[in-house]
């Protein structure tokens, strides 16, 4: 019998008592490794001294094998408007969030939208929704506070960000977690920041860890430069290196940086960082249109002007 055979009977029966799967006996696959199988959880029990090492080894796999999967787009992904890719990391100035319903517009859909509405001598409204924008920061508060109570993931973590300028560490840690279980990248990254600075909490090295990977495998490229970083100064260089080739690939300026620095050490070969430098120039054009340049200059001008 070869070892194909042995191992299909194997992942067939239980792996502590051998019982057979037939139609009245169900197995359940090792949730951590999906290698094997139990007939209950008394048996799991008992074969966990003997499949623990293994256990551990191809869970840690399956884990690098989504994080060095390489994302689609950053967390932002696109302009919900122009659909062009937003820049991977949040700025209020290139890409405001709207308070109405918490999508970010990049600022020349933004601008574009401001510009058509005073000419027009229009009310001025959200250019994705078409709400009714705030009048003042009580206004805007107040929408947000709406989006919370109906569990908005990205207005829960602005929420916690609120806190945390106010200096209320516990209650901005409770909303970082609670918009990281459904599923926000920007709350995996905070609560990562939290457990490595121990704000309201003690420190966590793994579960710092733990929610920079969570964040970088949703495209939060900052998780994912933070990881790369906690690689190096571990040793770690190769994985320091794939992190950074993912980050650039995505456009992220500081992980270009890191590996050009890495690059005349042999950190990195000629042929991924050719390809990584390509794909980051590609991105970064991605981005750019002539509406976003326009907006561009309007905010200079407004900055120099007032």
Not at 168 to 192: C, I, P, R, T
Not at 260 to 277: I, N, Q, R, T
Request: proline share 4%; charged share 30%.
């Amino acid at each position: 019998m070869s070892d194909v055979e042995i191992g299909m009977m194997y992942v067939m029966c239980c792996a502590s008592c051998g019982t057979e799967e037939v139609d009245h006996i169900k197995l359940k696959k090792c949730n951590a490794c999906y290698l094997v199988k139990y007939c209950s959880v008394k048996c799991q029990k008992e074969h966990r001294p003997k499949h623990k090492r293994e256990c551990k080894k191809r869970a840690a796999e399956l884990r690098d094998e989504i994080l060095f999967k390489q994302p689609e787009s950053s967390h932002l992904g696109d302009c919900p408007i122009c659909c062009l890719p937003l820049a991977p990391s949040i700025d209020e100035k290139a890409s405001p969030m709207m308070a109405c319903c918490s999508k970010i517009i990049c600022n020349g859909c933004n601008i574009a939208n401001q510009i058509r509405e005073v000419k027009g001598k229009l009310l001025l409204k959200c250019p994705y929704c078409r709400h009714q924008l705030p009048k003042s920061q009580e206004e805007a508060a107040q929408i947000r506070m709406k989006r919370v109570e109906v569990n908005d993931p990205v207005a829960i973590w602005r929420l916690g960000v609120r806190c945390r300028r106010e200096g209320d560490y516990e209650s901005a840690f409770q909303h970082y977690k609670k918009a990281a279980e459904l599923g926000n990248a920007d709350a995996h990254y905070n609560v990562s920041c939290v457990y490595r600075d121990g704000e309201g909490v003690e420190k966590d090295k793994k579960k710092e860890v733990y929610h920079l990977e969570e964040a970088a495998i949703a495209g939060h490229t900052f998780a994912r430069h933070n990881l790369a970083c906690y690689e190096g100064i571990n040793g770690r260089h190769e994985r320091a290196a794939k992190h950074w080739i993912i980050n650039a690939k995505l456009g992220d300026q500081k992980s270009m940086e890191g590996l050009k620095e890495g690059y005349p050490d042999g950190l990195v070969s000629k042929e991924d960082f050719a390809a990584a430098l390509r794909a980051y120039q590609a991105a970064l054009d991605a981005t750019k249109s002539p509406q976003r340049d326009k907006a561009a200059e309007y905010e200079i001008f407004k900055s120099t002007s007032g």
